[in-house]
């Protein structure tokens, strides 16, 4: 394991060489100078620095100034002999991470420099963190060579810098989370919190507490005051998963929120400001649930501002060979060409979700070094509603479009023993959603 580097930056040269032989012994690499104009130019290569505040030329604050101004990130613990308040306050202005008035023992130094070092490495980790995150939610590195996706990163370019409400509609699956965090990620809000809400995931005597908090008493077994969502995402973006699961009292709520950007707590008058960027996305039709009136209009319109919708991966299969090229090198895999032309030639109902699934068990599984086309591991219902390979013909033979919706659907409840909840959720459909289709079934 590599040792911090710290330098040390002490005109004293007596206690320049007792600070340095200290935390030479402490199993760190020191280097020491006398000058702060010395220091700035070894500045770059250390973990940490230790300087005195008065030095001849450059003093410590100057020094403090011009590795801000560097966008330095090495932390830097400042000395004095005159330890004033008004000192310490200053230093910390400048950037420094402690504060240290002499004299002081060495062991309160080892103390003090174990714990700047720590935060370095909590620094570093984090930045390198958020990097990753930035990076991976870039929408240049979103898989997706066909035009249908092409404009769909030229819409992301136009609309991520602005404030505007977006709605992502797709099927289950086809990628609207990754999309929703490429918009975050290039706007101006991209160090601002992100906040999801899968809208089905939450109960519906709960969602509006968790939407927009509650007071101290608010309801039983509400002993302390909580913020929601809406709050602890201030001043970033909120990600509304499965809008259509929301009840139509909490749509109310929804509108105040995009039209006058303020709510109240439940159990509180006291009415609070927001500033949030919202993008919502279903896999269903909303139109269709407006005609049902289980959706308001003028909310539909609030969050139809700008709407992208995502063709499913059976629309786009020419980005499949870039998105299977993707996985396996995520899974550490190699795909034999006659695998590659299974992947092709299925019809993936669980869209680029289902297609990372298989390629990961498919490379797991896999008896040799590659993957053949007999390792790619799809797990198949029975009868011909899951009939998933076709060469010839883009549904399975002899049957239409809606005759292989009602089948699969019939498999799902099945399977469901009935349950509809339970069968929505194999079917990767919101309740709503299944049941305005076993409504036009004629199932009840």
């Known amino acids: 394991m590599r040792k911090a580097t710290i330098l040390v930056i002490e005109d004293e040269e007596k206690q320049r060489r007792v600070i340095g032989l200290h935390l030479a012994g402490s199993d760190y690499d020191v280097k020491a100078v006398g000058t702060a104009e010395e220091g700035w130019k070894l500045a770059g290569d250390v973990d940490l620095i230790l300087t005195d505040l008065k030095l001849p030329g450059m003093d410590g604050l100057e020094l403090l100034e011009k590795l801000k101004g560097q966008n330095s990130h090495t932390p830097v613990i400042v000395m004095s002999a005159f330890g004033t308040v008004e000192n310490a306050v200053e230093a910390m202005k400048r950037g420094a991470v402690d504060f240290l008035p002499k004299p002081f023992s060495l062991d309160h130094l080892s103390v003090v420099v174990e714990k700047a070092l720590e935060v370095r490495k909590l620094r570093d980790e984090n930045r390198e963190l958020r990097e990753a995150l930035g990076e991976r939610y870039k929408f240049e590195n979103i898989i997706g060579h066909s035009g249908a996706m092409q404009e769909i990163f030229a819409t992301i370019m136009r609309v991520a810098p602005t404030r505007a409400t977006v709605l992502l509609a797709g099927e289950s699956g086809v990628g609207k989370d990754v999309i929703a965090r490429a918009i975050h990620q290039n706007s101006p809000r991209k160090d601002r919190p992100f906040v999801k809400i899968n809208c089905t995931a939450i109960p519906e005597n709960l969602m509006e507490s968790e939407l927009f908090g ?231």
Do not use: C
């Open 214 to 444: 509650y007071e101290k008493g608010a309801f039983t077994g509400a002993n302390v005051s909580k913020p929601g969502k809406f709050e602890q995402a201030n001043t970033g973006t909120v990600m509304l998963d499965e809008i259509g699961d929301v009840p139509p009292s909490v749509q109310v709520k929804l509108l105040r929120i995009l039209q006058e950007r303020e709510f109240e707590r439940l159990g509180s008058n006291r009415t609070l400001q927001t500033d949030v960027r919202v993008v919502a996305a279903t896999n269903v039709d909303l139109r269709a649930a407006l005609e049902q009136g289980t959706f308001r209009e003028d909310l539909y319109y609030r969050l139809n501002v700008v709407p992208i919708d995502i063709p499913p991966l059976r629309e786009r299969k020419e980005d499949i060979p870039y998105l299977v090229e993707h996985f396996a090198k995520k899974f550490a895999g190699d795909l034999s060409e006659g695998a590659m032309e299974r992947l092709v030639a299925y019809h993936w109902p669980g869209n680029v979700r289902e297609l990372e699934n298989v390629i990961e068990r498919s490379i797991l599984l896999s008896r040799g070094p590659r993957v053949e086309a007999d390792d790619i591991k799809i797990e198949m219902a029975p009868g011909r509603a899951r009939q998933a390979f076709a060469t010839d013909a883009f549904l399975p033979e002899g049957l239409t479009l809606d005759q292989y919706e009602q089948s699969i659907i019939r498999e799902a409840l099945k399977r469901a023993n009935g349950n509809k909840s339970q069968a929505a959720r194999l079917l990767g459909l919101t309740r709503n959603a299944l049941r305005y289709r076993l409504a036009q079934m004629g199932i009840e």
